[in-house]
């Protein structure tokens, strides 16, 4: 029986995929994050979020009128996130990359208020400082790495982020194991270490285990 490290604690649902496809799990988070306070801000024409994390943040924040402002995001839970909590979301797109040529060919003079974490890629505050769009940025929440050294054998690592990426390597090592990464940006993480690299077809935990169960369907 093949044997699968997740670098984060799956829901019972995803679990029993596992199980069904007769693959073993040991999971571990390699990552935490926590909801840090903020001062309330100015909001501008738009808000923009990367990650489901930040809208947790900011439901827990004493922020007003937050639903009344349109969203951009990115990712489709982080999109089905917003809705569900009474946000209307105008854009989404599956990376930060994706979002900004949206914004580029649409919303240029428009402001934006980015609702972020303390670990955030570059992508989003670099496009809007080389093209003079106003912005402001709000770190939300904090993510901590939690490294953890894996005594069990395993056949293949899932990853599903840069930051799981950099914790999991603080202990342990890639030693050609496969490795399941939700995108591309954790994805580059691993360049440099591996070549055994599977990434989901759609940047979400769901595809991540559908190819995992692909993968060693055809073994």
């Avoid at 390699?30 to 801000?41: M, R, V, W």
């Avoid at 496009?127 to 005594?151: D, G, M, R, S, W």
């Avoid at 599903?160 to 202990?171: A, C, D, I, Q, R």
Wanted: glycine share 2%.
């Amino acid at each position: 029986m093949n044997r699968i490290l997740s670098t984060k604690k799956l829901s019972k649902a995803l679990k029993k995929k596992f199980s069904d496809a007769k693959i073993e799990l040991v999971e571990k988070n390699f990552i935490q994050t926590k909801s840090i306070s903020f001062e309330t801000p100015q909001l501008n024409d738009y808000l923009v979020f990367t990650s489901k994390q930040a809208v947790k943040s900011i439901l827990k924040s004493d922020v007003k009128n937050v639903h009344s402002i349109s969203c951009l995001c990115v990712g489709s839970k982080t999109r089905n996130f917003l809705e569900k909590k009474g946000f209307t979301v105008i854009e989404s797109a599956d990376y930060a990359e994706e979002l900004i040529q949206i914004i580029d060919s649409k919303y240029k003079s428009n402001s934006f208020t980015f609702f972020c974490g303390n670990i955030r890629k570059n992508t989003i505050p670099n496009y809007f400082q080389q093209n003079k769009i106003a912005y402001n940025e709000i770190v939300v929440y904090e993510t901590k790495l939690k490294p953890h050294k894996i005594k069990k054998e395993y056949d293949g690592i899932l990853f599903f982020s840069p930051s799981g990426v950099k914790s999991f390597l603080e202990n342990n090592s890639l030693d050609n194991k496969t490795c399941f990464c939700i995108g591309t940006t954790t994805s580059k993480a691993l360049e440099n270490r591996t070549k055994n690299i599977v990434i989901a077809s759609q940047p979400t935990v769901e595809n991540v285990i559908t190819e995992v169960i692909k993968y060693y369907k055809r073994l």
